[in-house]
C-alpha cells in the first residue's frame, strides 16, 4: 500500500494484518480521488472509520488543508499515526481513537469532504449519514465506500446522490450537501 501522488507520492504505508481488515485498492483509492479531485486542495477533511488512514493521507498528499482521522480500534490509531507521522502530516492531521458515530455526535461544524469506508454489513454508513450532513459545508463532499449491492438511499438529509460507480465487490456512493440546483 502507497500514497499515490501528490506530495508524500510513492511513500509506503502499514496496514494491519487479518481477516477484518480491508484496506481500500490502489484501483478504487485512484477512483475516489478521481471523482474529488479538484475539491481536495485546501479542503478539510474527515477520514472515519480510517484503518490505515491512507484515504485522509492520500487527501493531505494531495493538498487538503487538514485531516481528522476516526478510528475506535487503537491498533489501527497507532497505524494511522505511524503512517502519518511517516508521510510528514504530523501538523495538518488530528487522530482520534474513538467510535466514529460517537464522534459525530459531538465533531464541529465544516467540513469540505468525508470519506466513510467502515466494516461492511453494520449498516454504520446509514447510521453515521444522517450525523454527518450537519458537520459538512453546503457543496461538502461524502464518498462511501461500501459493499456491492448496499443500495444507499438517494438522499440523506440534505444531502443528495452525486453518482454511484462498482468496482467487483466494492461500490462507491458520492453525496454533496445541498448541491447547486439546475438553474444556477
Do not use: W
Not at 477533511?45 to 493538498?63: K, P, T
Not at 503512517?83 to 467540513?111: C, E, H, P, Q, W
Amino acid at each position: 500500500m502507497r500514497v499515490i501522488t501528490g506530495s508524500a507520492r510513492g511513500k509506503k504505508l502499514k496496514t494491519l494484518e487479518g481477516n477484518d481488515v480491508r484496506p481500500t485498492s490502489d484501483k478504487v483509492k485512484e477512483a475516489i480521488f478521481s471523482i474529488i479531485q479538484f475539491d481536495v486542495p485546501g479542503a478539510s477533511v474527515l477520514d472515519l472509520f480510517a484503518g490505515s488512514g491512507q484515504l485522509g493521507i492520500e487527501a493531505l498528499s494531495r493538498g487538503a488543508s487538514h485531516c481528522v482521522f476516526v478510528d475506535k480500534n487503537a491498533a489501527s490509531v497507532a497505524v494511522v499515526k505511524e503512517n502519518v507521522n511517516n508521510t510528514g502530516f504530523v501538523k495538518s492531521s488530528r487522530i482520534l481513537n474513538m467510535d466514529s458515530i460517537d464522534y459525530l455526535r459531538t465533531a464541529k461544524n465544516g467540513l469540505d469532504i468525508a470519506l466513510l469506508d467502515p466494516p461492511y454489513n453494520m449498516g454504520l454508513v446509514e447510521k453515521a449519514l444522517p450525523l454527518l450532513c450537519p458537520k459538512m459545508n453546503d457543496g461538502g463532499i461524502v464518498v462511501c465506500e461500501h459493499e456491492t449491492g448496499l443500495l444507499l438511499p438517494d438522499e440523506v438529509e440534505e444531502f443528495k446522490v452525486l453518482k454511484r460507480y462498482k468496482y467487483g465487490n466494492i461500490s462507491l456512493t458520492t453525496y454533496m450537501k445541498n448541491p447547486p440546483s439546475e438553474e444556477e
